[in-house]
């Protein structure tokens, strides 16, 4: 699988504070790429980098094979993108913001969005800034499909929805991976083991380990005996993040 | 895009559109209704409060039509969609043209037609004046905006530039005293003005700039803090000044005859001097002597910093009291029907060896009329007492510009109105002790005029001249696209000093003679006088 995104030496620091530091990750076509990492651990910075929000302080990555720092408007027609700091034009009514969004993309599947909306149930003449934190989450997540983006970026998509809520999200992207890549930063370790193919583990912005699941699982192997767990049981991502974070915090060269 | 952009802000913004534009209709309505003599006085009353939500309602807009797609920080929608900047750019300043420009433009025609004055001069003037309130009020307003996350900032970053200006005044007044402004008070400040209002603007387009397509808001705001420092200390020095204006006014050779003849004499410079001047300042002819800590309060009101410094530094020196000088000097060769600006004059007393004893001039002080005979300077009370004795030699460089008539017209005393192409129109009436003529012309108002009462036999009082030197060209003003002057012709003296040759009684049959001067040429002249 050819990779859509790559960084290579990612660094970014403010001032003395070093937020990332030295980061290569591969982010293959296809893949659900989930980045965990606890807060402060420089998922968010890395996603800001990767879409031209930020420059690195060193280091380069590539995003659709286009430099980040070169990401323009054609670029961007190709990624969708949700936040949970995400700050949507909070005066307009959500019907014309989609009406607005449309416009602002060559290709705008129309049934895709309207499905979308019915299911998310986003009320059309509600403004966005009356709308509740998991509803603004909802629109972002309705505003990133229906362009259909060759990339989805999700930063923190689940922190502070309820339940029914992050059922709603999850199957809204659920619904479309496979026919996009899908990078999504979380510190919801639990949920983002039902869907995620790829990891990238974060700890005080270094990268602890990144590749597919079974290279996890095959990583971690060392630090968890076969005793203490079934032949066929693995143990969860919580567990394996968990043991990677001790383990770095005994021997600084892991 | 730019058109759906356009749309979208339009959607949100529409409510405050209208109130800006009902404002400007506002203001508008109070200048016209006010009329000459302020005829509707709650019209009059109306228009101080109007400027001011104009001057807000304009900013507001510029700063909510920014604000709708802020550019400082990273959590913006808009970055992550893919607009182009140069279209986000040009939607915000096409929405600013729509709902503030155009609105203005239409008001202010209709008004200068309202007035009866001709469509071609005034589109002309309208078209300059809202292009120059575009350039030098609503994009820089936008540049701080884009500058700033919201309306809060935007009114500390606003605050803090005054600040920075305020201060930058005072140390560049403490530091250079009156010189720190060469062409301040001269009628060549309207270059430093048009240097000041380009500054501005391409301040900030670059902003503009640095925000949209680097969102470098880190840069943008030291510009603005750098910028609002040049607007003080940038100046351009006096001799640059009067040369770009002579070169622009060109040479005519009107002046070529105009020349100084020291009186035949008289060849001591000490015996010509005159007395020390009362009160607190240079200029004491002017006006009635006011006290010194009121002085300083009103001119530091007026924003002269510079004169509220050298009037506090006179009244710590008593005994460095000015000297009038009265030269012992004529001038010859002004023609009949013209005037004699100083625009500035510098000083310098030298000993038998050549050595300069004192060095002066009247920077930073009001361009005047110049006497034909015995000129007057001002010297600094101790430089006078310890030059004088050994200066062997007084030379002094005078800038001057003469005036010629340009117009002359006469109008009734009484209710007379007039309306012409290069006076606008005017219109007299009567007050209590004078006769009021006030004028209204499309565009920038003559600067240099005189208006004298007339008995139908001939017999007339003084006349009143007013001539505030400004030579602008292209600098149009920025509220107003009609320029107002006139003067008060007085009936009697309340003092008994003055004689008014018009008796009340025949003001009927009186009338006003009003002459507009123009500047005819700029040039230097040298007064020297040997003991």
């Given at each position: 699988m050819s990779a859509i995104i790559e960084t290579h030496g990612l660094s970014k620091t403010y001032g003395h504070f070093g937020a990332v530091h030295e980061v290569a990750i591969s982010v293959p076509q296809g893949s659900v790429f989930a980045m965990m990492g606890a807060s402060g651990a420089g998922k968010t910075t890395i996603i800001k980098i990767l879409l031209n929000l930020i420059a690195p302080t060193r280091g380069k990555a590539t995003v659709l094979g286009v430099d980040s720092r070169a990401i323009g408007p054609a670029v961007l027609a190709q990624i969708g993108y949700v936040s949970e700091n995400q700050a949507l034009p909070v005066r307009l009514r959500v019907e014309d913001f989609f009406d607005y969004l449309r416009?602002?993309?060559?290709?705008?599947?129309?049934?895709?969005?309207?499905?979308?909306?019915?299911?998310?149930?986003?009320?059309?003449?509600?403004?966005?800034?009356?709308?509740?934190?998991?509803?603004?989450?909802?629109?972002?997540?309705?505003?990133?499909?229906?362009?259909?983006?060759?990339?989805?970026?999700?930063?923190?998509?689940?922190?502070?929805?309820?339940?029914?809520?992050?059922?709603?999200?999850?199957?809204?992207?659920?619904?479309?991976?496979?026919?996009?890549?899908?990078?999504?930063?979380?510190?919801?370790?639990?949920?983002?083991?039902?869907?995620?193919?790829?990891?990238?583990?974060?700890?005080?912005?270094?990268?602890?380990?990144?590749?597919?699941?079974?290279?996890?699982?095959?990583?971690?192997?060392?630090?968890?005996?076969?005793?203490?767990?079934?032949?066929?049981?693995?143990?969860?991502?919580?567990?394996?993040?968990?043991?990677?974070?001790?383990?770095?915090?005994?021997?600084?060269?892991? | 895009m730019f058109f759906h952009i356009l749309k979208k802000d339009w959607k949100l913004l529409w409510p405050m559109v209208a109130l800006v534009t009902a404002i400007q209709i506002g203001f508008d309505w109070a200048v016209f209704s006010s009329g000459l003599f302020g005829d509707d006085a709650a019209a009059a009353a109306l228009l101080r409060p109007l400027t001011l939500a104009w001057f807000i309602g304009i900013a507001a807009l510029a700063a909510a039509v920014v604000y709708q797609d802020p550019v400082p920080g990273v959590d913006q929608d808009w970055l992550i969609r893919p607009l182009s900047r140069t279209q986000l750019l040009l939607a915000k300043l096409a929405f600013l043209a729509l709902s503030v420009s155009l609105p203005m433009v239409i008001l202010n025609l209709a008004h200068a037609l309202a007035m009866g004055f001709p469509l071609l001069p005034s589109l002309n003037t309208v078209l300059a004046k809202d292009l120059f309130v575009f350039a030098c009020f609503i994009v820089p307003v936008t540049a701080l905006a884009a500058a700033t996350r919201n309306m809060t900032e935007l009114i500390v970053a606003g605050a803090a530039l005054v600040v920075i200006f305020a201060v930058s005044l005072s140390a560049s007044s403490l530091l250079f005293g009156a010189d720190w402004c060469p062409t301040c008070n001269t009628g060549m400040s309207w270059l430093q003005h048009l240097l000041q209002h380009v500054g501005v603007t391409c301040g900030a387009g670059a902003m503009l700039a640095l925000q949209y397509y680097g969102r470098r808001s880190g840069v943008s705001r030291a510009l603005a803090i750098a910028g609002t420092g040049a607007l003080v200390f940038v100046q351009i020095p006096w001799n640059t000044a009067f040369s770009l204006e002579q070169s622009l006014s060109g040479r005519n050779g009107a002046a070529d005859a105009i020349s100084f003849e020291v009186e035949e004499g008289v060849s001591d410079p000490a015996a010509a001097i005159g007395g020390r001047a009362a009160g607190a300042g240079a200029g004491g002819g002017a006006g009635a002597p006011v006290p010194g800590d009121r002085r300083t309060t009103q001119l530091l009101l007026h924003g002269r910093v510079d004169q509220a410094v050298q009037s506090l530094r006179r009244r710590a020196r008593a005994d460095d009291s000015p000297v009038m000088v009265e030269l012992p000097a004529r001038l010859a060769g002004v023609p009949q029907d013209g005037l004699l600006l100083v625009d500035r004059f510098d000083v310098r007393l030298f000993d038998r060896n050549g050595r300069v004893l004192y060095r002066g001039s009247n920077a930073g002080a009001s361009a005047e009329v110049m006497r034909p005979e015995h000129p007057i300077i001002d010297i600094p009370g101790k430089a006078y007492e310890k030059s004088t004795v050994a200066a062997s030699h007084l030379q002094v460089d005078y800038w001057l510009t003469l005036m010629n008539g340009l117009a002359e017209h006469k109008i009734a005393a009484l209710d007379g109105e007039l309306r012409s192409a290069d006076i606008g129109f005017c219109a007299t009436m009567l007050d209590r002790n004078s006769i009021m003529l006030r004028c209204k012309t499309i565009g920038h108002p003559p600067f240099c005029y005189s208006a004298t009462l007339y008995a139908p036999d001939g017999r007339h009082d003084p006349e009143v001249l007013k001539c505030i030197p400004d030579y602008r060209r292209h600098v149009p003003e920025f509220l107003n696209v009609l320029g107002f002057y006139g003067a008060d012709l007085p009936l009697r003296d309340r003092y008994g000093m003055g004689f008014y040759a018009v008796d009340e009684s025949e003001l009927a049959s009186s009338y006003v003679l009003l002459k507009i001067y123009r500047e005819s040429e700029h040039f230097k002249r040298t007064l020297a006088v040997s003991r």
């Open positions: 416009h602002c993309y060559a290709e705008w599947d129309r049934n895709l969005e309207d499905e979308l909306r019915g299911q998310l149930r986003l009320p059309p003449r509600r403004r966005i800034g009356e709308l509740s934190h998991g509803m603004r989450l909802k629109m972002a997540m309705a505003c990133a499909l229906p362009f259909r983006p060759k990339l989805l970026v999700l930063d923190e998509p689940l922190s502070g929805l309820d339940a029914l809520a992050r059922d709603e999200i999850i199957g809204g992207f659920l619904r479309e991976a496979g026919k996009m890549t899908i990078l999504i930063s979380s510190h919801e370790l639990d949920e983002v083991e039902r869907f995620a193919t790829h990891v990238a583990f974060l700890h005080e912005g270094r990268l602890l380990f990144q590749g597919s699941i079974a290279a996890l699982v095959e990583h971690v192997r060392p630090l968890f005996p076969p005793l203490a767990h079934g032949a066929s049981e693995r143990p969860s991502l919580r567990a394996m993040f968990l043991g990677m974070v001790r383990a770095a915090g005994r021997n600084p060269a892991y | -």
